[in-house]
């Protein structure tokens, strides 16, 4: 579902516009003047915004620039609201930064086929954006895994070499051992972080989930600037034994990393101090044998009316968020025939919980994700 914001001090015209765009599964926002627009803007990030030329206190094309201004919504498209045959306008406005027209009285097939293109063109903007840039940072992460790939395999082979040529009772062992254990984790670390930016399928093999997630646990810590406010971060092992699931590693750190990256932020927003904890759990599916991982903070939650649209593409409600994070983590999750779902924690916080079924059942995806409201 898109989100259209309609600027016009017309109570009949808003009315209509809302009533069109409804029936079409929009989301609709409404103002009245173009001081408010930009406001309104920043705080409901749009997909499209709907803007009369003629509004009682600044006119369409001041607020259309003033739009165009601003770094954080500069990319919304705008589409002019125009009387017919007032060319001049139509020109204004594009030369303001409209990315099209349409006149009031226009059929409604027309008014609604140009608002759906501007949507469409926001999303495929902001997908190619945020495309390149992981293309970047896979570049940039392939050339040093390459440049640390080749010392490690010098360093386990000479270790492994020596091994081989010690006694069993040799003191000399005990330097050995952790030497090749050590490269061993380096090696499968490497990997792991190469597939969190690889393209393509995921590789799914079975994975044990308690040691992933500590080693999320271990990138994160390392991650996280210490003067920015103290948050503990704990693994609660299940109290029985799991089966492993079929993931790629890397796939999975991703989303952990995204979920608790997140979590810090909305804890850090209220306090200098706080809690992620990370609860393993065997949570068969409509008969399916499956693991559950919940993703726990001690935060303020999410707001209800947030709900709903938390895993839809490029919706967020932070200044300097790209709404791609959470959408991309439930696309990953269905990708490995599991989901990822969130509601808010009787104790307070928010709880997203990843299903993943184990290693031996298989089957196809389960489908598009959607939020979920259920405490299980």
Known sequence: ?????????????????????????????????????VAAAQAIRPHAVILDINLPDIDGHRVCRALRADPMISGIPVL???????????????????????????????????VRRLCRYRQMANTSLLNEQMAQIGRLLAGIVHEIRGPLGVIRGNAELMRMQ????????????????SVQLLQVRLEHL?????GGPPVLRPLEL???LREAIDYFRKGSDPNQGHVELIVEP????????????GRLLQVLLNLM???REAILAQSAQGTIRLRLAAQPDAKRPGVCIEVLDSGPGIPEDVLPRIFEPFFTTKDTGTGYGLYLSAEIL?????????????????????????????GPPLGPTAPSTDPS
């Not at 009387?83 to 001049?88: K, P």
């Not at 010690?166 to 254990?181: E, G, S, T, Y």
């Open 261 to 263: 990256t997140n979590a």
């Open 80 to 114: 002019m609201l125009t009387v017919r045959d007032h060319e001049a306008d139509v020109l204004a406005g594009l030369e303001a930064g409209a990315d099209d027209y349409v006149p009031k009285d226009a059929a409604p097939e027309v008014i609604l086929a140009r």
């Open 1 to 37: 579902m898109s989100d259209v914001l309609i600027v016009d001090d017309s109570p009949t015209d808003r009315a209509y516009f809302r009533t069109l765009l409804r029936r079409a599964d929009f989301r609709v926002y409404e103002v009245e003047t173009g001081g408010q627009a």
């Open 334 to 362: 269905q990708e490995h025939g599991g989901r990822l779902t969130v509601r808010n924690s009787p104790e307070g916080g928010a709880c997203f919980s990843l299903w993943l079924p184990d290693s031996e059942a298989g």
């Open 210 to 212: 308690e040691p992933l």
């Open 238 to 249: 299940a109290k029985e034994a799991l089966p492993p699931v079929r993931a790629d590693a």
């Open 194 to 198: 190469m597939a969190t930016v690889r």
């Open 166 to 181: 010690l006694k069993p009772d040799d003191p000399a062992v005990r330097f050995a051992d952790p030497i090749i254990r």
